[in-house]
């Protein structure tokens, strides 16, 4: 049995390190993609996880692999394509300090993830499914997606999302907006940015636009705010906790963190127990999921800083939060 499983895009991240005895960039390699980001919390945390997903048969691939297993990550969901290169993004600091990614995914293995190579039994021995907006960018992972998202619904899972917008990645903005949209009828908890809201719902307010997300059925919806904290809304009801006051290194990866930090907590619930939550139980939750992602930013990368169970509950006795 599986706390959660994710299913999703695994790639290589390459981000800036400074520069070599020629004075051209350098890169390094890091493991990256959300779904895979989400599970290495979790199973940091302790809980026990599967990850869904496609690489190359090269070696980025055994690379990625690698990285998950060292991480405790169930991998029997990993396939690997004869065909297709595993997929790699760039990261480019830009000169007022923002990130912009290349990716080369043409197509890219995450992106051939078929139906068939999706493992029923691992869904089926899941309490909690995962999943982002990447995979459904292009066919065949699309179909692969929401043929797990029906079995995951059938089987009674919680499913939790988290649309990253990464307009790169689709073919129209329009697209981009229809396919989102459609995953978020599947959704029972939901992670999203402020600017994701945005997209998603044309509003800018917080209350609107997350009470047209929950009068889609979503019973548990985030709107991670960085240092500003978090805004939820659960049963009608809204509310907004500061996060921990941590000296910040890189915030790469912190709503991946946060939601591992989440679903860590929900980990052991029925669909019927999330809808029964007190205020206080989702307070409790956000403020974990707060101390998890105010920890991930303290070192470099998306997952090297990620917390154990011990620095999270250490956070929340002794670091102060921050204040408006
Ligand atoms: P991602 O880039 O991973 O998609 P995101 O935009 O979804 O990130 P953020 O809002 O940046 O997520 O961060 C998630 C959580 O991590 C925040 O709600 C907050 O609790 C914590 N966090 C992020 N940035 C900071 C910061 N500068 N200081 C303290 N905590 C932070």
Redesign the pocket.
Known sequence: MFDVVALGELLIDFTPYGTSANGYPLFERNPGG?PANVLTTLAKLGADVAFIGKVGDDQFGKFLKNCLQKNRIDTSGLKTSPDVSTTLAFVHLTDDGDRSFSFYRNPGADMMLMSEDVPVDIIKSSRIFHFGSISLTDEPSRSATLNALKLAKENQLIISYDP?LRPPLWKSIKEAEGEIKRGLVYADVL?I?WEELVFITKEKDLDIGTKILEDLGISLIFV????A??YYRYQGKTGKLH????K?VD????????LGGILYKLRGLSLEDLKTLTIAEVEDLVDF??AV??L??TKKG?TPAVPSIEEVVYCIKNISK?EP
Request: charged share 10%; aromatic share 6%; no cysteine.
């Open positions: 959300a990253n992670k940015s991670t705010l960085g240092a904290g978090t996060t921990y006051d941590v910040v915030t790469t990866g912190a709503g991946d963190a946060f999921g707060n992602g105010a991930t930013t998306a921050i």
